[in-house]
């Protein structure tokens, strides 16, 4: 059996990997989870950007979106 936590991550030429990578690695097939990772994972790293928290709230709303996605809503 295979272990679902070990995927193999895409790299660009100089062997680093994007977000988009490791969200093409997992295939959640919804696009409100994939914008809750992003902004889970990156929080706060945007030059310019949103603070940690403001990313962490717009992650929480996503995933309620993407409830409401898997529900039929």
Do not use: F, V
Request: hydrophobic share 30%.
């Amino acid at each position: 059996m295979t272990n679902p936590y070990k995927k193999r991550i895409g790299q660009d030429e100089n062997g680093l990997s994007d977000i988009y990578n490791i969200l093409h690695a997992y295939k959640t097939e919804n696009s409100a989870i994939d914008h809750a990772i992003k902004k889970l994972l990156c929080a706060g790293l945007r030059n310019g950007g949103k603070s940690k928290t403001q990313d962490y709230q717009e992650a929480i709303e996503s995933i309620k979106r993407a409830i409401e996605l898997e529900a039929g809503e």
